[in-house]
């Protein structure tokens, strides 16, 4: 279910809520041009970040925990955040959006951080995009970004040609990139499940389906914003996304729309699985009471027999000394011909 950090009612305007558990902030910095490249990682020095404001190459400042709101507070400072901005930063999870500003572009993306299915691990991630750098605040350590970094590292092509805007969108299209993966564990899990659910369903399946449900569901609200945020970033003059960028950004809205349609249809089917658990309960039901009427139809005869020479008075049949014999062999063939006549019909 939907759970949001938010401080209390009537708090003014930029209250920060960090729970005790929130690990503390690291923070690592990738400085680069079409020529050099500096990493350092760990940094102590928060003030020397201001010196990414001047900077002529590109930098990358990446925060991992958001534990400690002083060290928040002045990376804020440090870059003219607004305290509404730093708020959706540290208060999640935020809808996905893009706010496009006169000097700094705020970009909220929900992130798919590992697997273990039918749950999901999905974290915020917040960037802030400036004329030469980019900020990002993401709740933990570990994230799904190394992909960037190789390519940052290996030079070549336009990551380190094109500015901020080009590198936030990279951060990005490798953050619904990572959808993927997950949604492809997720059809063999849905397959599993439906082979399960019609070969041997038990009562735990109802919370598997539900669980599967779910994730599709927080899939679903991480991945529609995104894209109607993405076409207005293409409508849009931010000066940190040219139009030389617009042939990216609509790839990274095209895979944000491809994502949503995966997510609609294995919802479809996620949906479906209920019926397919019902109609399996039932027909295993059916087959059940099948055998067990065929069975008692069988016995009924036989009861009628035993019923009558059971009765307490003298029966012919009972001085004969072949009359028990003769009986159970007459009640074997009865039963030995219903069963034959239920198989034949295809009863049993």
Request: glycine share 4%.
């Given at each position: 279910m939907f759970h949001k950090r938010h401080p209390a009612v009537g708090a003014r305007p930029g209250s920060l809520v960090i729970p005790r558990d929130s690990p503390k902030p690291r923070i690592s910095v990738m400085d680069f041009s079409t020529d050099a490249l500096r990493e350092q990682d760990d940094i102590d020095d928060i003030a020397g970040l201001a010196a990414c404001l001047t900077s002529e190459s590109t930098t990358w400042i990446h925060v991992q925990g958001l534990g400690d709101e002083p060290t928040l507070r002045l990376i804020g400072e440090i870059f003219s955040l607004h305290p509404l901005m730093l708020e959706d930063i540290v208060n999640i999870?935020?809808?996905?959006?893009?706010?496009?500003?006169?000097?700094?572009?705020?970009?909220?993306?929900?992130?798919?951080?590992g697997t273990k299915l039918p749950e999901l691990d999905i974290e915020q991630i917040s960037l802030i995009v400036g004329a030469s750098f980019v900020l990002s605040f993401q709740e933990r350590h570990g994230d799904v970004l190394d992909p960037v970094r190789a390519r940052i590292r290996r030079g070549g092509g336009p990551i380190r040609k094109l500015g901020s805007g080009y590198l936030a969108y990279a951060i990005v299209d490798n953050v619904i990139d990572a959808f993927y993966?997950?949604?492809?564990?997720?059809?063999?899990?849905?397959?599993?499940?439906?082979?399960?659910?019609?070969?041997?369903?038990?009562?735990t399946d109802i919370g598997a389906i539900n669980a599967c449900k779910r994730s599709l569901l927080t899939l679903r609200r991480a991945a529609w914003p995104l894209r109607d945020a993405l076409s207005g970033v293409l409508r849009s003059a931010s000066p940190r996304f040219p139009n030389s960028l617009d042939v990216y950004l609509r790839d990274c809205y095209d895979h944000a729309v491809q994502v949503i349609d995966i997510v609609e249809t294995y919802r479809e089917i996620a949906g479906g699985l209920i019926d397919v658990y019902l109609s399996s309960v039932s027909n295993r039901m059916n087959e059940v009471m099948k055998v067990l009427t065929v069975?008692?139809?069988?016995?009924?005869?036989?009861s009628f027999i035993v019923g009558i020479y059971g009765m307490n008075f003298d029966i012919p049949e009972v001085h004969y000394p072949w009359g028990?014999?003769?009986?159970?062999?007459?009640?074997?063939?009865?039963?030995?011909?219903?069963?034959?006549?239920?198989?034949?019909?295809?009863?049993?």
């Open positions: 999870p935020q809808r996905p959006k893009i706010e496009i500003g006169n000097d700094l572009d705020f970009i909220v993306v929900r992130m798919v951080n993966p997950v949604l492809e564990d997720l059809s063999e899990y849905i397959e599993q499940l439906e082979e399960h659910l019609i070969t041997a369903p038990t009562s069975t008692t139809t069988i016995f009924i005869p036989l028990y014999p003769v009986v159970m062999s007459v009640m074997f063939l009865i039963a030995l011909g219903m069963f034959a006549y239920f198989r034949r019909r295809g009863w049993l």
